[in-house]
C-alpha cells in the first residue's frame, strides 16, 4: 500500500514544469513534492522520441527511489513520448499533461495547437482531439528558459509562429508546459482565442484521482524539493524569476539516474 | 605514423561547425572530412562545463575510431571545456577555435565577446586576450539552429544582447560557431565593429599545422560524411538552409559513443 504521507514527483525537462507545480500546490497545499528539472538536457523539444522516452522512465525511476506515491510529468514533450506505458508499468498513478488539456479543447469547433517539434510530430494529442492546426514552434523553450517572456522579443517570435494560424480559430492549446509564461504575447497575437494552459487541467486530475485513491496526504506542509541536473544556482535563479521561491535544491549527477 | 590520406575529423554540438568545414574545405579541397554534429544534445551552451567536457572525449574517441588523422572541435563551449587537456592526451593534433580569434583579436584596442554562457564563464579567452566586455547569448544558438538568421527576430535578440555593448568597442569576437550566422544582424547593431569569426582563422591554423607535419592528402576529393546523433534527415533540411549540400549522413546512437 502507497503511503499518503509519501511525496508527490513532478518532472520536466527544465522550468516549464512549475506552472503545473504551482497548481498542484493550490490544489493540494496539504501535499509534499519533489520537482525534478532536467535542466542539464533542456529542451527535449528537438530530441528523438525514443531518447525523450528513455530520459522520462531514468527519472520516473529516480523519482521512485526517492519513494514518491504519484508522478506528474510535467512536460508535454515526455507525456508525448512515454505516455501511456509509463502509467501501465509503473506501481504508482501516472499522470501526464497531454490528455487534460486536449479533453478540454473538445468543446471548442476549430482547435489548434503549438508545441515542441517532438510533441507535434508524436501524435499525441490527435489521440484525443481533432486539430485543425498544428505548429512546432523550437525557440518558445528557450526564450523562456532565458527569462525573456515580457521582452518585445516574444511578441515578435510569437507572431512568427502563430501568423499562418486560420483566421477563424476558436482555442489553441499551449502543448508546452513552458508556453503558459508567453500567454501575454500569444494573446496579443491571437486575441479572442482561448488558451488552453494544461497546468491547471492536470493539475485538477491529479487532485481527483489521488483523492479516489485514498491517497492524499492529511498532514503535508507543502514543501518542494527540487532536483537538478544542471546547476543549481542557475536554476534557483530562472525559477526565482518565475516566481517559484526555491529552499531546497540538489544537483543529481546523470550517473544517478 | 598517421596515413595522411585519413580524413579530418571536425565536431560541433549541432551545425554550428558547419561555418568552420567550409573554410576548411576552402582552403583544403584535396582533403576528405568527417563532420559530427551532436544535433541529440545541443545547445552545449548551458551545460555543466564538465558534462561538455565528457561529450568532447566521447566525440574525439568514435572519431579516432573512424581513423581520423586530426580533430577540429569546432565549437568554443566544447573548445573551452575540452582544451588544452584534449590536444595533450591524444595522438592527434587537436585544434580548437578560441586560440585563433583570440590572438587576432590582440590587434584591437578594446575587444568584446560573446559567446555561450558556458564558454563565457570558463574563461578561455581571457587566457589569450584582454576583455573589455563579455556576455553570454542564449537565444543565439537556438535562433540560427532554427534558421531564423535573416528574420526580423535576430535583430532584436541581437540588439537585446548587444545594447549595453561598450560604444567604443573596436572588435567583437563572435565566439560561437553559430554566430556568423548571424553577422548581418550583429554588425546592423554593432556598425563599425570588427566581427572575428574564428571559421576563417581556426582553419588557415589547420591547415598551417597539417602541412608542417606533412600531413596534407595528395589526392582527397573533399568529400565530406556526416555523423549526427539526432535526426538525419532534420540535419539535412537544417544543413541546406545553412548551404551545406550533404551527401551522406548517418545516425550516430549516443550508445555508440
Known sequence: MKDPKAPIGVFDSGVGGLTVLKALRRLL??????????????????????????FAWEIAGFLLRQGVKAIVVACNTASSAALPD????????????????????????????????????S??????????????????VPLVE???????????????????????????ILGCTHYPFLKGAIGAVLPGV??????????QEVARALEAEGLLNPEGQGRTLHFVTGDPEAYRALAERLGEKVEAVRRVSLEEL
Chains 1, 2 share one sequence.
Open 146 to 172: 532565458e527569462g525573456l517572456w515580457d521582452d518585445p522579443v516574444a511578441l515578435l517570435v510569437a507572431r512568427h509562429y502563430l501568423e499562418d494560424a486560420p483566421k477563424d480559430l476558436e482555442a489553441l
Open 86 to 121: 509509463l502509467a501501465e508499468d509503473l506501481s504508482v498513478p501516472v499522470f501526464g499533461v497531454v490528455e487534460p488539456a486536449a479533453r478540454a479543447a473538445r468543446g471548442f469547433r476549430k482547435v489548434g495547437l503549438i508545441g515542441t517539434q517532438a510533441t507535434v510530430e
Open 194 to 203: 482561448a488558451l488552453l494552459d494544461s497546468a491547471e487541467l492536470t493539475a
Open 29 to 54: 497545499p496539504r501535499e509534499e513534492f519533489l520537482y525534478f528539472g532536467d535542466t542539464a538536457r533542456v529542451p527535449y523539444g528537438g530530441k528523438p522520441l525514443a531518447m525523450v522516452r528513455r
Open 123 to 140: 501524435g499525441a494529442y490527435p489521440r484525443y482531439v481533432d486539430l485543425a492546426w498544428a505548429k512546432a514552434c523550437p525557440l518558445l
